[in-house]
């Protein structure tokens, strides 16, 4: 017999194992709405034009060697980084104030924040929003940290439920950290205002709780990549301190690159630079260093003006389609009388649409009709098109009715 027969079968990933069921669906017209990644109108994943010119200027470049980078990554993609998400005049880094090392994407860098707050940070809970993306539970459990919710999101309205939110982090311990989507939020679609995410930074500061943002959509939500930051620049610009993780997955479609950043934002260089010697000590023995390929293709755009402001253009392109198709399927379902109110479908942002159908009604949705999502309603827009939002519009029609 073999040593691991006692090994019990583990259930799929709830988001991943979506896309496992949709892959052995043999229907012509199934459709898969589960996984955050965006597609073409043709329902094709897109290689950004920015990114194969880069790709190009790498190869030809015969100067690279495959050398193992530094355990902190690339420097030059550190900076550019932090410049991105803090503002290129950000007084942060002016001052030395930021850490940046690169991480396995975004979740790499919410792993490696983690595991630093476990052994360095005095208050061992942080709070994330109810609900957030499946990983955040286990990533923050994971690391060491004690994970408790936040209110976040009120299905009568399909909104935020700001009062929650502030009664939550109001009893929250002091001290406490608290992980906040800078913009985008996943599953809901739903941020706070402006004024809001100025409360919530008064509330967090008078209380001493320490936020963690997780940025995986800059850019993706807006069109706009200094607007998707705002969150993140309010928290940074009031002296105080934050962690920031930042994923390229969507905004420059390196999904399967693994490319991301986190920064710790403190109070004085001298503490950012014993912040970061720690920081190396929890991923040495993790993954000794990150892989060199993404980075560089990042710090090639982001390095160049010309290249920087293409990329700008065809991420407004990602941001305007899947704006584009809420507005679609928003049509189709008035079209066809759907009962219900559905404008949230507009009103949420990011990639996803957090529908309110339930789990009943999802399995329905892909069973009778082939189409393949979370249990928890959440449908991804990037993953739909022009050909496919009237089969989407016919199966949420038939689920509610
Ligand atoms: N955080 C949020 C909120 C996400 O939605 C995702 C991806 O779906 C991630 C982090 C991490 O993505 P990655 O590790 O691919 O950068």
């Known amino acids: 017999g073999s040593v691991f027969s006692h090994v019990v079968r583990a259930p799929e990933d709830p988001i991943l194992g979506v896309t496992v069921a949709y892959n052995k669906d043999p229907s012509p017209v199934k459709l898969n709405l589960g996984v955050g990644a965006y597609r073409t109108e043709e329902g094709k994943p897109l290689v950004l034009n920015v990114v ?102 009120d299905p009568a309205t399909r909104g935020l439920d700001f009062k929650g939110l502030m009664e939550d982090l109001g009893s929250a311990p002091s001290g406490a950290v608290v992980l906040l989507h800078a913009c985008a939020h996943n599953p809901t679609g739903v941020d706070p205002s402006l004024q809001q995410w100025e409360q919530i930074r008064q509330l967090m500061r008078s209380k001493k709780l320490l936020p963690f943002f997780d940025s995986a959509y800059q850019g993706f939500a807006s069109g706009s990549l200094d607007k998707d930051a705002q969150s993140v620049r309010i928290f940074v610009a009031d002296g105080g301190e934050c962690l920031v993780a930042q994923s390229y997955a969507k905004n420059m479609g390196l999904y399967g690159e ?70 679609q399927l928003s049509d189709a379902l008035r079209a066809r009388g759907t009962p219900g109110d559905w404008s949230h479908i507009i009103k949420q942002i990011g990639m996803f649409t957090f529908t309110g159908l339930n789990a009943k009604q999802v399995a329905f949705m892909t069973k009778e009709y082939h189409i393949y999502m979370t249990a928890d309603g959440r449908i991804s827009m990037a993953g739909l098109s022009s050909r496919t939002v009237p089969h989407l519009a016919d199966a949420i029609h038939a689920a509610v009715t």
């Open 52 to 153: 194969r010119k880069a790709e190009q200027q790498l190869v030809n470049d015969r100067s690279r060697v495959k050398e193992y980078l530094p355990i902190v990554g690339l420097a030059e993609f550190n900076k550019l980084s932090a410049k991105l998400i803090f503002g290129a005049d950000s007084p942060a880094i002016q001052s030395n104030r930021v850490t940046t090392v690169q991480c396995l994407s975004g979740t790499g860098s919410l792993r490696v924040g983690g595991e630093f707050l476990a052994r360095h940070y005095h208050q061992q809970i942080i709070y994330i929003p109810l609900p957030t993306w499946g990983n955040h539970p286990k990533v923050f459990t994971l690391a060491g940290l004690s994970v408790k919710t936040y209110r976040y999101y």
């Open 258 to 327: 693994r490319v991301g950043a986190l920064s710790i934002v403190c109070k004085t260089a001298d503490v950012a630079g014993k912040v970061e010697s720690q920081l190396k000590l929890v991923i040495r023995p993790m993954y000794s260093n990150p892989p060199i390929h993404g980075a560089s293709i990042v710090a090639a755009i982001l390095r160049d003006r010309n290249l920087y402001n293409e990329w700008t253009i065809e991420l407004k392109a990602m941001a305007d389609r899947i704006i584009s198709m809420r507005h």
